[in-house]
């Protein structure tokens, strides 16, 4: 499982009622072919396989949280509680043992008894089976909401440089993004807000350059952030490598000048550890700002500029495929 989208490959988790349809449908297969004992036998260690085997895979599918980079387990943290997920899939581990057991037991009280006890024992650990499984069937439900939610988590690399873009709706950051990176931006949907992920990439010297736009997340004051929210803008702090805030001087954002630089203070205060480059966009209708650089996305002056600064700030030196000879 790779560690740029640890979750993206996780299977489908069964219901409760779907694996014991597909336990005892295979052992009722298995008991046609053979007979007496040796039947109940074949069906107790087909349906018991099914189910332990099918529930552990249901654990070792998941990644170890602890070993993931301090974005992902962040980020999945906020998306569905770590704690949670970690005591559901202890859940169902235990049934996975339990079933494992109870297989190996019945196994045992079969040798040297009548067909008709090796049934009784059979459909008595069928029984115990069903009510293992069924213990579980709440965790199975919550491990499978899990692992929906954080699949659509878009493919975030913590190994590559990354360039949050931050500022109040309607400043031209996705317009900015979209202008500036190729033509396969990523978009997805976070799980813990209504809005989009933007993430756009772009290649200098050898390097891919990711740019993040959170609507959604720093498009606003923390105050009026939730928990899971404010959780997810921590995540972002472990991933960023430069912050690039947007403002409109001009005010046809629909948002007053002094709110948004009040929110650039806020998302300077939370991204301590990296550059924060304040860039006016619309600058063609309005500079009256105190900003590091100027821009206008839509007739496109001044965008390198702030694309090259930007770079700089990440300060990434690129590992060339080659030495100078």
Same mark, same amino acid.
């Given at each position: 499982?790779?560690?740029?989208?640890?979750? &993206?490959?996780?299977?489908?988790?069964?219901?409760?009622?779907?694996?014991?349809?597909?336990?005892?449908?295979?052992?009722?297969?298995?008991?046609?072919?053979?007979?007496? %004992?040796?039947?109940?036998?074949?069906?107790?260690?087909?349906?018991?396989?099914?189910?332990? +085997?099918?529930?552990?895979?249901?654990?070792?599918?998941?990644? +170890?949280?602890?070993?993931?980079?301090?974005?992902?387990?962040?980020?999945?943290?906020?998306? %569905?509680?770590?704690?949670?997920?970690?005591?559901?899939?202890?859940?169902?581990?235990?049934?996975?043992?339990?079933?494992?057991?109870?297989?190996?037991?019945?196994?045992?009280?079969?040798?040297?008894? +009548?067909?008709?006890?090796?049934?009784?024992?059979?459909?008595?650990?069928?029984?115990?089976?069903?009510?293992?499984?069924?213990?579980?069937? &709440?965790?199975?439900?919550?491990?499978?909401?899990?692992?929906? &939610?954080?699949?659509?988590?878009?493919?975030?690399?913590?190994?590559?440089?990354?360039?949050?873009?931050?500022?109040?709706?309607?400043?031209?950051?996705?317009?900015?993004?979209?202008?500036?990176?190729?033509?396969?931006?990523?978009?997805?949907?976070?799980?813990?807000?209504?809005?989009?992920?933007?993430?756009?990439?772009?290649?200098?010297?050898?390097?891919?350059?990711?740019?993040?736009?959170?609507?959604?997340?720093?498009?606003?004051?923390?105050?009026?952030?939730?928990?899971?929210?404010?959780?997810?803008?921590?995540?972002?702090?472990?991933?960023?490598?430069? %912050?690039?805030?947007?403002?409109?001087?001009?005010?046809?954002?629909?948002?007053?000048?002094?709110?948004?630089?009040?929110?650039?203070?806020?998302?300077?205060?939370?991204?301590?550890?990296?550059?924060?480059?304040? %860039?006016?966009?619309?600058?063609?209708?309005?500079?009256?700002?105190?900003?590091?650089?100027?821009?206008?996305?839509?007739?496109?002056?001044?965008?390198?500029?702030?694309?090259?600064?930007?770079?700089?700030?990440?300060?990434?030196?690129?590992?060339?495929?080659?030495?100078?000879?």
């Amino acid at each position: 499982m790779s560690e740029t989208a640890p979750f &993206e490959d996780l299977p489908t988790t069964p219901r409760a009622d779907e694996l014991l349809d597909k336990a005892f449908s295979r052992a009722a297969r298995a008991g046609r072919a053979k007979s007496g %004992v040796e039947a109940q036998e074949s069906m107790l260690l087909t349906a018991g396989n099914v189910l332990s +085997d099918n529930l552990e895979n249901v654990v070792t599918s998941w990644p +170890d949280m602890d070993a993931l980079s301090p974005f992902h387990r962040e980020l999945a943290d906020a998306v %569905v509680g770590v704690d949670e997920l970690r005591q559901q899939l202890s859940e169902v581990n235990w049934a996975s043992r339990q079933i494992g057991d109870l297989r190996q037991d019945y196994q045992g009280r079969m040798r040297r008894v +009548d067909a008709e006890t090796a049934r009784k024992l059979r459909k008595q650990a069928f029984a115990r089976f069903a009510d293992i499984v069924e213990e579980v069937a &709440e965790d199975l439900l919550a491990v499978g909401a899990a692992r929906d &939610e954080l699949k659509t988590l878009p493919d975030i690399r913590p190994d590559e440089p990354a360039v949050v873009v931050a500022g109040y709706p309607n400043v031209g950051k996705t317009s900015f993004i979209n202008r500036v990176t190729n033509a396969r931006n990523e978009i997805a949907s976070y799980p813990f807000t209504t809005t989009e992920l933007h993430v756009g990439h772009l290649e200098r010297d050898y390097v891919r350059y990711q740019l993040v736009d959170t609507p959604g997340l720093l498009d606003r004051p923390a105050e009026e952030r939730n928990d899971i929210e404010r959780q997810a803008v921590s995540a972002l702090t472990h991933l960023a490598d430069a %912050v690039l805030f947007v403002v409109d001087a001009s005010g046809e954002c629909g948002y007053p000048l002094d709110d948004q630089l009040e929110l650039r203070d806020d998302v300077r205060d939370r991204f301590r550890e990296v550059p924060v480059v304040t %860039v006016c966009n619309k600058s063609d209708r309005s500079s009256d700002v105190d900003a590091d650089f100027f821009m206008s996305v839509e007739t496109g002056e001044g965008v390198d500029e702030v694309l090259d600064a930007v770079v700089g700030a990440v300060g990434y030196e690129p590992e060339l495929p080659f030495e100078e000879s």
